[in-house]
């Protein structure tokens, strides 16, 4: 069997995208996420498909797999460093290497079964292989895969691919007229990608400057600041156009995204605290920043809280207007006034309301791109919220629910918004869902499904589930001008000193009292970290 790896995704912002006939395949799917879409992988395998390619551009991974490829077994393995040694292992496996990609700080491998490949070699350089290319040519290998990803070429030479001349070809853009010339010598597209080309003895030294550090927290005036407390935050930024590898804070490693915002507690002794703050580049190079706190516990100073200053991004959704399903009073003004709350509490906020299935999707995607770059997430729906076989949807004003079956395409799934915060990877991720209402598009639906609430959801690692009633129940949409539920959250969720289980506690007791006891708020969480919405 010949293996034709798919092109890839160009550095200058477009996907090239080559399809053939005769490839001997029965049918496609494509998968394209922000996550490296290892679910994905198992539940094809699991109806017959394999993976024909993977690629990584823009922030997404994309996934092709096929039917028809008599491809008997495959494996993949994703590492931060590039997978030498896994390589090794499943060569003697009998797997070939068929995709190797770089993306979003990892490589990801495809090896395979039943190829036909009869042997392989891998080489690693920081300029475009050429040379390497040459020698494995004059032994009769063929090029099988040619990769860029972390500041290496990554090639893979192969023999018995069934390949019989090769050529390549590069250029500073992109080569259509070079694609042109070679189908008409009877060549097809097997690899594209983009990286650096020339060898580093070739290129001019250009001076690689330290990162500059900016301090944000907490606020100096002039180098120096008189604090109480015995810990105190330590953030700020690090920038350096090679990207930022590690932020030293007096010998404690902080933490550090990717738009290079740092930040760590550092205990502080009674008197003078000299804070040296040392940021690496990804090519070694350091720069430093220092300044100095005063602790003082016997004068009236400011105090400067711990972890205050999370950067904190909300999502915050209110349904009232639907369009099938009569309207409901109180969403739009919990939106509001949960906006309003949340922006006071240090929060920056993104709101939709009324929104269709497509404005509530793309809001959610850009939630979870965005949310990359901060500590905290939130999302807060107010609105129709209903289950079906045990998934939780949210429901979309513009939503035309006849049957059961029309909510899986005409409603937004929960398991959405969860998978895109987990994949942000930050720090705490609370959501909140006042969307448990009566069903009112149940008339044709069967009697156990139309009267249920929302469905028990696990709370991933560093997340907190809260809903307005307990599972499988409904909530009252309330008499005042929010719902029951949203309205005791506004109540306790400015409360200084309240960590946010004791605050729902707070919220789950005045609900049951103003219900008559209809109403039992309920969480999920697997929080690993104390969290404050104020201090």
Not at 92 to 98: A, R
Not at 269 to 295: C, M, P, W
Request: glycine share 8%.
């Amino acid at each position: 069997m010949m293996v034709i790896p798919f092109p890839t995704y160009l550095h200058d912002g477009k996907w090239a995208l080559v399809m053939s006939k005769g490839g001997n395949f029965g049918l496609q799917r494509w998968r394209k996420r922000t996550y490296f879409p290892e679910k994905e992988i198992d539940e094809s395998w699991d109806d017959g498909y394999n993976i024909t390619h993977l690629t990584y551009g823009n922030g997404t991974w994309v996934l092709i797999l096929s039917k028809g490829s008599s491809q008997p077994a495959q494996l993949w393995r994703t590492r931060s460093y590039f997978p030498k040694d896994e390589i090794n292992e499943n060569w003697e496996k009998g797997y070939f290497i068929t995709d190797l990609v770089y993306g979003d700080g990892k490589w990801a491998l495809v090896m395979t079964k039943g190829t036909g490949y009869a042997k392989q070699v891998w080489r690693t350089r920081e300029f475009y292989p050429k040379d390497e290319i040459k020698e494995l040519w004059d032994q009769g290998y063929y090029i099988t895969n040619l990769t860029y990803g972390n500041n290496l070429w990554a090639l893979v030479m192969t023999k018995g691919s069934n390949y019989t001349q090769q050529w390549w070809r590069t250029r500073a853009y992109f080569p259509e007229n070079e694609i042109k010339e070679l189908w008409d010598k009877g060549a097809y597209i097997s690899c594209l990608s983009q990286g650096a080309y020339e060898n580093k003895a070739d290129v001019p030294v250009v001076e690689n400057k330290p990162p500059t550090i900016e301090i944000t927290e907490p606020t100096v005036t002039r180098g120096f600041k008189v604090v109480k407390v015995p810990t105190t935050k330590v953030a700020g930024y690090a920038r350096d156009d090679d990207g930022i590898a590690s932020v030293q804070i007096n010998g404690t490693t902080a933490e550090v995204n990717s738009s290079g915002y740092f930040y760590a507690n550092v205990p502080l002794d009674d008197g003078e605290n000299i804070i040296r703050v040392s940021a690496t580049d990804k090519k070694g190079k350091t720069g430093y920043h220092s300044f100095t706190l005063q602790r003082s516990v016997n004068q009236d100073v400011v105090d400067v809280p711990v972890d205050v200053s999370q950067k904190r991004l909300a999502l915050v959704i209110g349904n009232s207007a639907y369009e099938h399903g009569g309207t409901l009073k109180n969403p739009i003004n919990d939106a509001r006034a949960m906006k309003t709350a949340l922006e006071k509490l240090g929060f920056t906020v993104m709101k939709c309301e009324n929104c269709s299935q497509n404005d509530m999707k793309r809001t959610i995607d850009d939630f979870g791109s965005k949310l990359q770059n901060y500590d905290v997430g939130l999302f807060f729906y107010a609105g129709h919220g209903i289950q079906v076989n045990g998934e939780n949807y949210l429901v979309p004003v513009d939503s035309k629910l006849e049957y059961e079956r029309d909510v899986e395409y005409n409603c937004v799934q929960a398991g959405r918004v969860l998978g895109k915060m987990e994949s942000a990877k930050s720090k705490i991720n609370l959501i909140i869902l006042d969307a448990c209402r009566d069903n009112p598009f149940a008339r044709s639906w069967s009697r156990s499904t139309s009267s249920k609430g929302l469905a028990f959801m696990n709370a991933p690692s560093g997340s907190l589930i809260a809903y307005a009633t307990s599972p499988g129940n409904t909530a009252s949409d309330g008499s005042g001008a929010n719902g029951l539920y949203t309205s005791a959250i506004l109540q306790f969720i400015g409360q200084s000193d309240l960590q946010i289980e004791d605050m729902f506690k707070k919220v789950r007791q005045k609900v049951i009292s103003d219900s008559g006891g209809k109403q039992t708020p309920w969480e999920s969480t697997s929080l690993t970290k104390d969290f404050y919405f104020s201090y």
